[in-house]
């Protein structure tokens, strides 16, 4: 409340560390997949457009994307959290301007990353694998 009023009187907002969130926010609630993007966005683009295409599958296994081009991180679907992309950059160990797609599970550990497009359903079928998702499968 006091940093919501201090905005409203000053006109002074937190730091925009403050507000963004992490990838730790989401552990044990989604599994993430960022998709870093290559400096001409085709292949993040694709990677996009292939994920998107089927909705009901990411919702199935509670994922959630973001795109990282830049300093800009775009939630794509499934949460409203925006980590920043340098923390995104460290944690997940990819070079500005180097494509990539790193999958990450709900534990928060790094379970695959990919150096070029990869099918969704191959994906897929990695996350429907995992301990976790066969148990959710299970229920």
């Keep these: ?3 919501s009023l ?3 009187i000053f006109g002074v907002g ?3 560390e403050e507000t963004s969130g992490n990838l730790h926010d989401l552990q044990w609630e989604k599994r993430v997949l960022v998709i870093f ?3 001409a966005g085709t292949k993040s683009d694709s990677q996009l457009h292939g994920l998107m295409g ?3 599958a990411l919702r199935q296994r509670d994922l959630a994307v973001f795109t990282v081009d830049g300093n800009d991180v775009r939630p794509e679907f499934g949460s409203d959290v925006v980590p920043q992309a340098h923390t ?3 944690e997940l160990g990819c070079a500005p301007g180097t494509f990539a797609v790193v999958l990450v ?4 550990h790094v379970k695959s ?3 070029d497009v990869v099918d969704p359903d191959v994906l897929f079928a990695e996350i429907d694998s995992m301990p976790m998702r066969q148990a959710e499968i299970h229920r």
């Design 1 to 3: 409340m006091l940093k």
């Design 88 to 90: 995104l950059r460290k």
């Design 105 to 108: 599970g709900k534990d928060g």
């Design 37 to 39: 993007s290559d400096p």
């Design 14 to 16: 937190p730091h925009p």
């Design 54 to 56: 089927d909705k009901d």
């Design 6 to 8: 201090m905005t409203e």
């Design 113 to 115: 990353h990919f150096d």
